[in-house]
């Protein structure tokens, strides 16, 4: 009764979350969170620096999906203190990789990728996994069976990712094409759910002159598509069928990623195929490949257990500070500034 509560109360939410992120944050006013003032002008302006609803979601979808690893994981009975270890040891690697690959594959300097991120996690994570068996039988005396570690990490990725592209319709990145370029067919389909962005300094506009034009709504299919793969997994991974746990939710958000790569109309490479498609189809073969070579596992997942264990201080207060680390690199808008002035209303004196 446990397991399906909680499944159903993570879908119910998760949906709810997107269906008023997919008709709200397409508006102008859901781009910048707050502006901070930084520097005084001749005039008596600020010069502000933006902090986003970008970072916001983005942010808060990483450290969802990171919670809930550990909340896994701490089913399966792995201390957190492993489990931070793990998450910190990929986070080293994955965050300046959103950097890096954005720039080597857009040219761009100051923006993020979570597809190349989450590419570099799929090749890193399972061997990191694999890496630390022996020093937790050594350390610890406990085992790590790496299928159910493997299918955590899977249903992890999928529904904080699914969070995660809100801050895609904030900001108005990775949008889809515009309904006038695209077929028929496609046209037809999304002629009356369509996504429209509205304001001057979203990506669509700046980048490609597509404010206010209906677009297909990739980056809102995405997280259905990302969040259902999550939830799926997630039931399965409470009734022990661990490898299909961790398929469902990677032949899905991978191969999702390799097909909305057609339908997109935001910059991504001079090729016909995309960097970013030739990544989406590598992880899911290379991930395929280890999930059904991986033995089985008979572990039977405590989440009451694990629930109990994750109410601590101890687990809540660095989640909260992680959220804010990650919220002051993501959150800073480079490609956009604000000018601020300030007064007094006499009449309330």
């Not at 935001?266 to 899911?284: E, L, P, W």
Request: charged fraction near 10%; include cysteine.
């Amino acid at each position: 009764m446990m397991n399906f509560a909680f499944v159903a109360a993570l879908a119910i939410g998760l949906f709810a979350l997107l269906g008023w992120g997919v008709r709200t944050l397409p508006a102008e006013r859901w781009q910048m969170l707050a502006a901070v003032p930084v520097a005084k002008a001749a005039d008596g302006s600020w010069r502000g620096v933006n902090l986003t609803f970008y970072g916001f979601f983005s942010v808060t979808g990483t450290v969802f999906g990171f919670a809930l690893m550990l909340l896994l994981l701490a089913a399966l009975g792995i201390p957190a203190s492993l489990a931070i270890l793990l998450v910190l040891l990929l986070l080293a690697v994955c965050v300046p990789a959103s950097r890096l690959i954005a720039g080597l594959v857009e040219r761009k300097r100051n923006t993020f990728t979570v597809a190349g991120a989450a590419f570099v996690a799929s090749l890193v994570f399972p061997w990191l996994v694999l890496a630390l068996q022996p020093l937790a039988a050594k350390w610890l005396h406990r085992e790590i069976a790496v299928l159910p570690v493997l299918a955590a990490a899977a249903i992890s990725y999928a529904v904080g990712e699914s969070i995660g592209r809100l801050a895609c319709l904030s900001f108005g990145c990775c949008y889809g094409m515009p309904l006038r370029d695209a077929k028929p067919a496609l046209a037809r389909l999304f002629r009356r759910h369509n996504l429209v962005i509205h304001g001057a300094t979203k990506k669509a506009a700046y980048a490609s002159g597509l404010a206010d034009q209906p677009l297909i709504p990739v980056q809102a299919i995405t997280s259905v598509v990302f969040a259902a793969a999550g939830v799926a997994g997630l039931a399965l991974f409470l009734v022990r069928h661990f490898r299909l746990a961790a398929l469902v939710p990677v032949i899905a958000t991978w191969g999702w990623r390799a097909c909305s790569e057609w339908l997109r109309a935001d910059y991504r490479g001079d090729s016909r195929i995309s960097v970013y498609q030739c990544m989406a189809i590598a992880s899911v073969l290379y991930l395929g490949i280890f999930l059904v070579w991986l033995p089985s596992s008979a572990m039977t997942p405590d989440l009451s257990a694990a629930l109990a264990q994750f109410s601590s201080v101890a687990i809540i207060l660095p989640l909260q500070a992680f959220w804010v680390a990650l919220f002051l690199y993501y959150g800073r808008s480079r490609v956009t500034a604000s000018t601020l002035s300030f007064h007094v209303i006499a009449e309330r004196l």
